[in-house]
Nanobody, 125 residues
Framework: QVQLVESGGGLVQAGGSLRLSCAPS????????MGWFRQAPGKEREFVAA????????KYADSVQGRFTISKDNAKNTVYLQMNSLKPDDTAVYYC??????????????????WGQGTQVTVSS
């Protein structure tokens, strides 16, 4: 099982941008589909974005479509979540996750086998 470490969270004003990064210890990303989830206080953890193992296919939650971009750099063993036009509703702890899916893009929590500890993103109005 791969261990994941997220970074890049912080406090930003509405309309601003942040880029989250996720790096593993152990198995390399080239063998994993990757995803980002988030959990706001008092709410369930929800899907944000995911990318398949090759990095050629992605999926996004409707709430972030057009504002967030997930990308995967297998050479650097890192997955990114570029977040633009941030809104206060984007405030949450963001979690990186790894999946054993080979070709399709995983989007359910149950599709992922490894999780990071999370990084806080706070968007002020």
């Amino acid at each position: 099982q791969v261990q994941l470490v997220e970074s890049g969270g912080g406090l930003v004003q509405a309309g601003g941008s942040l880029r989250l990064s996720c790096a593993p210890s152990g198995r390399t990303f080239s063998t994993s589909a990757m995803g980002w989830f988030r959990q706001a206080p008092g709410k369930e953890r929800e899907f944000v974005a995911a990318i398949n193992r090759s990095g050629y296919n992605t999926k996004y939650a409707d709430s972030v479509q057009g504002r967030f971009t997930i990308s995967k750099d297998n050479a650097k063993n890192t997955v990114y979540l570029q977040m633009n036009s941030l809104k206060p509703d984007d405030t949450a702890v963001y979690y990186c996750a790894a999946s054993n899916f080979i070709t399709i893009v995983p989007i359910k929590r149950a599709d992922f086998t490894s999780w990071g500890q999370g990084t806080q993103v706070t968007v002020s109005s």
